[in-house]
């Protein structure tokens, strides 16, 4: 076959040429198919090596041998060539650059409610007082009885609750945290002077009443104790918490475990006393309840009436964080929107 040798030239040539233009493995096969592939263009003359003259077919043999082998190893020179390309290109696009600073856990914060119930404990402790505890899942005499509610008296309809059976006896979702004065009180003797923060729980919803909310209740027992140590105690709690210069008042009002009992107001922050919406036109805003201990509670816990005296008080904390921040729907706080929880 006289033209072989040209032929085979020429296929190595232009195989070495699509080999070393492919762009990509698929060219690459593409181009091995054609060329050297079990049915390429230079096993196709291999095969038809046995038509040859004899003295031909070892020349030509060989050089298509040779030609395949020259262009599997440029196959495979290219091969790492494309891959090696492919890897630089997909490293470069998923590269880490490791100096950049780094993404830090967004600073979270303390909720509102939090934050108010501390500033008032703190308020307290440097007035003097100290921080007691007690149980969420209270008994009926601690919650009422102590406290000089009698059973069915109407007061307690005021402070209607979630209650929980149990074979102990009646047990209460706490409705204040007074129950916690009780327990003080029969754990120490006077002087005491104490608060009581804690969740409280009242089957109560709506915009300025949610059904578990926060108080923080105070007591002071002493000998010589008065109503102007409650009045002046109250007054600089205002100011520390609501500032300087802010009146407030003291308005009567009923307690069945204190006598007498006051509420206290404050001057309206939003209108300032001329009258609005928010204080119902009256210039004054509730923040707290306040008074004697009635002498009949310290019957229940062994105090002589005869030889103490004291005054107690509670407020809700989410009522002080609504008139310190001017928030006017109680149940924003219990959401959890970050987008209202985030401005505090
Ligand atoms: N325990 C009362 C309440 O939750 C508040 C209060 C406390 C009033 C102490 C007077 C004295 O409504």
Redesign the pocket.
């Known amino acids: 076959m006289p033209g072989a040798s040209e032929q085979i030239t020429r296929l190595l040539d232009e195989g070495m040429a699509a080999i070393a233009a492919a762009r990509g493995e698929s060219d690459l096969l593409d181009a091995k198919g054609r060329f050297f592939g079990k049915k390429g263009a230079v096993s196709a003359i291999l095969k038809g090596i046995a038509a040859l003259p004899a003295e031909e077919r070892k020349a030509v043999g060989e050089m298509a041998n040779r030609a395949r082998a020259g262009l599997e190893s440029a196959f495979d020179a290219r091969l790492s060539e494309i891959r090696e390309k492919e890897r630089l290109v997909r490293e470069g696009r998923e590269r880490i650059d490791v100096t950049l600073p780094g993404r830090g856990p967004m600073p979270g914060h303390r909720h509102p409610v939090s934050q108010t119930m501390s500033d008032i404990i703190s308020v307290f402790r440097r007035l003097g007082f100290s921080v007691q505890g007690g149980p969420d899942v209270e008994t009926d005499y601690y919650n009422f009885e102590a406290l000089n509610f009698p059973p069915e008296h109407p007061a307690r309809d005021m402070?209607d609750t979630f209650y929980v059976e149990s074979a102990a006896g009646d047990l209460v979702l706490r409705?204040?945290t007074?129950p916690i004065q009780i327990r003080t009180m029969e754990r120490m003797k006077p002087p005491v002077r104490i608060i009581a923060p804690g969740t409280?729980y009242r089957s109560d919803s709506d915009i300025t009443h949610s059904p578990m909310f926060h108080?923080v209740?105070g007591l002071a027992v002493d000998r010589d104790i008065t109503m102007a140590d409650l009045k002046g105690l109250l007054t600089e709690f205002c100011r520390m918490t609501f500032g300087p210069g802010k009146p407030l008042r003291f308005r009567p009002s009923y307690?069945p475990?204190?006598e007498p009992?006051a509420e206290v107001d404050i001057r309206c922050v939003i209108c300032g006393g001329s009258g609005c919406r928010v204080c119902k036109e009256s210039g004054w805003l509730e923040i707290l309840?306040?008074?004697m201990v009635d002498p009949s509670v310290f019957g229940f816990v062994g105090y002589d009436p005869e030889e103490y005296a004291g005054f107690?008080?509670?407020m809700g904390v989410e009522r002080i964080a609504m008139l310190r921040h001017g928030i006017s729907d109680i149940r924003l706080f219990f959401e959890n929107d970050i987008r209202f929880l985030s401005q505090f």
């Open positions: 402070q409705t204040h007074s409280v108080q209740e307690f475990f204190t009992s309840g306040a008074g107690a008080f509670g």
